[in-house]
């Protein structure tokens, strides 16, 4: 050690205003856990050029070496104001910081030192996708991702990650117009990235847009993936488009090829089975489907409604009840299962508290086919 410090020494001899020189001989000194004696060289370089980026970094590691987080953290968000430390390192210093959401202090210093890295690199997309990505992982700091995004994808449109995150949240904020828009850009740029096409699908199926959306879905599984849970995802939102167009056949053969790739989607089975009950069709496989969801997700007040709702269609109507209460109990107090409980009481001779729930659904907002002539006749009608 002391041999390499005199090497250095001799450099800084002959080349007194070079940073480096000092900057070798400290970092020599801090990896053999010399931490003093390497100070003793940077506060030599400070007086040469207070304002050396990767001085200043070298600052916050010392005062970091010798457990003092404040100043090491003065000297890093410092270092994050100078546009002399290039981008890479600024966001290979802020990795770490992933994953901090469940330590406030950590999370406010993470963004932070985003929000300074964007004012300090205007022109560059990954100190705004960085940025995005602190903002995203807390529910209320979402639509400011979504802004971080925009601006990374405007700076630099040829970085697929960023345009995935983009639209993820768009779709998760209900922008729809928006992710439709921005996920049919990323599919010109990146054709082979079937994920976008799924994506893209959702949007479109959620605007209303089905023809378009089964259009972009049947391209995307054309594409072909070994991504077996992406692939089943998109069958499944074949089958609810279809659902939506009335094209019965058509969504029952989607939610097959789902659930045969993924047999465990407790949603597609919720979904699945609810849509044939509907209908009055294949109720033992609507049960035996309904019944497999539950046992993946027991507590999901929308399963317990369906299972209550097909054991009712197959005149069961004590487990009907039964179930529907605990679909209340779970927090499913919907308009429609309100409805569904006063229907099942009316099969089950309780006409009065039939009623009484049937109105409780007209003020909750329901607006079923029959539920306006029950409350006027007092009976059932299917």
Known sequence: VDKAVGEA??????????????????????????????MKYYQRALKIDPNNGYLVLAMSDYYRAKKDEVNAYGYVKRAFGLPQIDIDTKVRILYPF?????KPEYYKEALEL???????????????AMYGDFLAQKDGNQVQAIAAYRKAVKLDANIYAIWDQLVRLE??????????IHSDTAISLFPNQIAMYFLNGVAKSQLGKNEQAIKVLKSGLALGSANKVLIAEMY??????????NQMAASDSAYDQA?????????????????????NDQLEKAEQMSKKSLSIDPNNASFLDT??????????????????????????????????????LYKLGQADLALENWKKAKEAGGKSDYLDKKIADKKLYE
Do not use: C
């Not at 001799?10 to 000194?29: H, V």
């Not at 499944?236 to 167009?245: K, Q, V």
């Open 236 to 245: 499944s939102s074949l089958g609810d488009t279809y659902h939506e167009l």
């Open 307 to 344: 299972y209550g709702w097909i054991l009712y269609k197959l005149n069961r109507f004590e487990e009907a009840k039964n179930y529907i209460e605990k679909s209340i109990a779970a927090g499913g107090g919907s308009p429609a299962v309100i409805e569904h409980y006063g229907d099942i």
């Open 98 to 102: 992933f994953g901090s959401i469940n």
């Open 259 to 279: 659930l045969s790739i993924e047999p465990n989607q407790a949603y597609v089975l919720n979904n699945y089975s609810y849509y044939l009950s509907l209908r």
């Open 114 to 128: 985003s929000e300074i890295m964007v004012e300090t690199h205007p022109r560059e997309a990954k100190a705004f």
């Open 171 to 180: 779709l998760s904020q209900r922008q729809l117009d928006s992710a439709a």
């Open 9 to 38: 020494d001799k450099l800084i001899q002959n080349n007194p205003a070079e940073i480096r020189y000092y900057m070798m001989a400290g970092e020599i000194l801090m990896d053999n856990k010399m931490v003093d004696d390497a």
